[in-house]
């Protein structure tokens, strides 16, 4: 098993930053291809970004250039720097961990509530 706890939503005006934390416990972090998803009011939840064990990350087109994802795997954490932000960032955001060996994300956090007013 895996345990996910997101950190680090919170009400920002557009075109400001926020970064958003998962902290990780159960087994091995490194064993695991992180993600994050978000779902908007009234949306389905969809793809932000991912980053292998080794740190390769891959971002929806939405928020290439703008969202950074990295991970510290001694910290067990994964990390989510989001810069100029649009209203249209508004979500609840959650990370999940895929197995390296997997397709699908096994296990999920609760979600962190992220607010960009204009």
């Known amino acids: 098993q895996v345990q996910l706890v997101e950190s680090g939503g919170g009400l920002v005006q557009a075109g400001g930053s926020l970064r958003l934390s998962c902290a990780a416990s159960g087994r091995s972090f490194s064993s695991y291809a992180m993600g994050w998803f978000r779902r908007a009011p009234g949306k389905d939840r969809e793809f932000v970004a991912t980053i292998s064990w080794s740190g390769g990350s891959t971002y929806a087109d939405a928020v290439k250039g703008r969202f950074t994802v990295s991970r510290d795997n001694a910290k067990n954490t994964v990390y989510l720097q989001m810069n100029s932000l649009k209203p249209e960032d508004t979500a609840v955001y959650y990370c999940?961990?895929?197995?390296?060996?997997?397709?699908?994300?096994?296990?999920w956090g609760q979600g962190t509530q992220v607010t960009v007013s204009s």
């Open positions: 999940a961990a895929r197995h390296n060996s997997g397709s699908v994300y096994d296990y």
